[in-house]
Each structure stands twice: as structure tokens, then as C-alpha cells.
């Protein structure tokens, strides 16, 4: 099992631990409604070390780089994060992502934590000789500063320059003596920045911001009920291999303008259209649907569910799950099942959080 820099700084503030994508990871402090709560009333800071972080550099029209992904990255202007993903030859998901332009011929790709051997193999085998990419995984890490007090707390804490980011762009600034980059992104909907910065300087950027008491420590446990109350997806679970941006209802994140490794299996399935859809709906109740729940409609089994848990914010259980595209309809009550559990919900458009605080 893999630690983090970050495990001591757990251990003493007597989080609990359990694994998560082969890592030893902080699911709660003081626990995961509070800190929920918190993150969408102040700010909240996530350890996500254990997320990779490629280098990629080169013409990335002549490397390969720019079929790689369901976006395009050469018309990203410098600064530009951009979120996609990168698909097999069955257009079938190898990993959602976020990239960063940082100059005219070179990138940062971050990737999820439980995917970072098989999307580095799967990128090197695919770009050509001309390119350079680099697993700073090792090396690098990250710390997500998430709320709607982030960006006071960012002016004050590391540099009054971040308060100018813009929504999904960045810049390099000076952190403990390194120049690295400071991002204008997260996945909780809330006003937030991902800080870059060497493994070995984790701990210090960890003490240095929590000396803010406005600023929590919250777990992956509050980083899931955020993430689901936004209704985005988690990879592994709601998304993989063998599901398509189309049946995930990620189209909005694909460039059909240009080639990219997936298109040919994407325009068939368009084509011919697709037999499931993933969606998102809301108990009538505070029970929390889980994965691997069946969605039933009229006593027959039509889906499954992929994400469930309690929303805080609305005081209802929320969910995603593949459903038969003819049931996939906004509205649609359908019933959720395991053993004697049977929770009735209707599917719902999403976000079902509306009031996040990431554009503000």
C-alpha cells in the first residue's frame, strides 16, 4: 500500500485511514457531513499527492500528442487547463484527465492515481521518437485548496497574484522556494486552486496553509460527496475501459472537428446510438443508494447503479448509474433495489448541487 508525504500529518490529526486506489489514504477527520459542509461554506484542503502528473514536450501535431485526446491541445492558449479524456480504439475511456498548456510545445497531463502506470504506457507507446514525456509522478505532488474562502486565503497564504486566475487557467508562482504551478480548478463545484510542488516540500505547504483557521482538513470521503453532488464522474467506478463518452454523457468534452485515437468507434455508436446512459437521480428519502444497486422500473432490472451516497447539501440520497436509454428520461421514477433495500427515486438532471461558488 502506498502512503502519501501527508501520512504522519494524518496520523497526528487522528484522520481515518483506509485504502483507495492502492493508496493509504484520509477518508474523515472530524467527519465527512461536517467537512462536507465546511468545504461549501469555507475551504477545505485535500490531499491528493497520490494523483500523476505527466510531462509532456514536443510539436504536438508531429509527437502524436494532439490524437491522444478527446479535446484538442494545440488551439489551447498558454495558461489553459482543459478537462477530456483519453479513449482506446474502441473509444472506450483509458482515463478522464486534465491537461495544461504551459508553453507552445509542452504540457502537463494529470491523471488519476489508480491509472498513472497504464495511461503513461499507454501515451509513450503512442507518441513518437521526436517527443519527450516524463512521469513526475514520483516528484511531484498536489494539495487541493477548495471553498468559497479559498481565494482569500491563497492571496494571503502564498501570493496575492492567484486571486487573478481565471476559471480553469494558471500560473507559475513562487511556493517555499520552488516556482510552480497554481491551478484555478478542482472537482467539488466550489471556488478552488490545485498547488503543484515538490514531494519533499508537501509537508511544509501542508503546515504552512493550515496555519489559516479558516482553512480544514477534509478526506477523500467529503471530496466523494462533493464531487457526486456535482454530478461528475469517478473513474473506476462510474466510467472505465469499456464505457464510452457518449453512454457517460461526456460528449460535451469531445472535438469531432479533428482525429483522435476512439473517433471511428465514437461516430458508429453515434450513428447507430447507444443502448445505456448514464444518469442521475434523487431518492424521495435520506437513504443513500450504493454501487452495484440494481435501478429497476415496472419490476424489471433496466440499470446500475455506479455512485450513491447522501447528498448533505440536499438531504436526500443521490446517485449515478447506466440505465436502458429508453428509461433515461428527466423525470422517470424509477425504483433502486438490493436485497430488501428498495429506495424509490426519480432521475434528475445534473448538477443536483446548483450554488457552487467555481465560476464566482
Not at 473506476?236 to 471511428?264: H, M, S
Request: charged letters at 25%; one cysteine or more.
Amino acid at each position: 500500500m502506498q502512503t502519501t508525504p501527508l501520512i504522519n500529518e494524518h496520523l497526528k490529526l487522528k484522520a481515518k485511514m483506509a485504502p483507495f486506489a492502492g493508496w493509504n489514504m484520509p477518508i474523515q477527520y472530524e467527519g465527512i457531513i461536517a467537512e462536507h459542509n465546511y468545504t461549501r461554506q469555507a475551504a477545505s484542503l485535500f490531499d491528493i499527492c497520490h494523483m500523476g502528473e505527466f510531462y509532456v514536450k514536443g510539436d504536438a501535431l508531429n509527437i502524436g500528442l494532439e490524437n491522444m485526446f478527446s479535446f484538442s491541445v494545440t488551439n489551447m492558449p498558454i495558461g489553459k487547463c482543459r478537462y477530456g479524456a483519453m479513449l482506446n480504439e474502441n473509444g472506450g475511456i483509458v482515463d478522464d484527465l486534465v491537461a495544461y498548456r504551459i508553453a507552445k510545445n509542452e504540457w502537463l497531463i494529470v491523471v488519476n492515481a489508480g491509472t498513472i502506470e497504464k495511461d503513461f504506457a499507454h501515451i509513450k507507446f503512442r507518441l513518437k521518437k521526436e517527443s519527450y514525456i516524463e512521469n513526475r509522478s514520483p516528484t511531484l505532488t498536489k494539495l487541493d485548496l477548495q471553498g468559497p474562502l479559498s481565494r482569500d486565503i491563497m492571496a494571503k497564504l502564498i501570493n496575492p497574484g492567484v486571486a487573478n486566475l481565471k476559471y480553469y487557467t494558471f500560473n507559475h508562482f513562487d511556493i517555499l522556494g520552488e516556482r510552480n504551478i497554481i491551478s484555478r480548478t478542482g472537482y467539488t463545484g466550489e471556488l478552488g486552486y490545485e498547488l503543484y510542488i515538490s514531494t519533499g516540500k508537501a509537508v511544509e505547504l501542508w503546515n504552512l496553509l493550515l496555519k489559516d483557521k479558516r482553512l480544514k482538513p477534509a478526506g477523500l470521503g467529503a471530496r466523494d460527496t462533493l464531487r457526486l453532488e456535482m454530478g461528475y464522474s469517478l473513474y473506476g467506478q462510474d466510467v472505465d475501459d469499456n464505457t464510452t463518452p457518449l453512454e457517460a454523457g461526456l460528449e460535451k468534452f469531445i472535438n469531432f472537428d479533428r482525429d483522435f485515437i476512439g473517433k471511428d468507434a465514437l461516430l458508429r455508436q453515434r450513428k447507430i446510438g447507444v443502448k445505456r446512459l448514464l444518469v442521475g437521480f434523487k431518492a424521495d428519502s435520506r437513504k443513500s443508494p450504493r454501487h452495484g444497486h440494481s435501478i429497476t422500473k415496472d419490476g424489471r432490472s433496466v440499470g446500475i447503479v455506479t455512485s450513491g451516497s447522501f447528498a448533505p447539501s440536499l438531504s436526500c440520497g443521490i446517485g449515478l448509474g447506466y440505465i436502458e436509454t429508453a428509461h433515461a428520461k428527466t423525470g422517470e421514477n424509477i425504483l433502486i433495489k438490493s436485497g430488501d433495500v428498495e429506495i424509490n427515486a426519480a432521475i434528475t438532471a445534473k448538477p443536483f448541487y446548483t450554488k457552487g461558488t467555481a465560476r464566482s
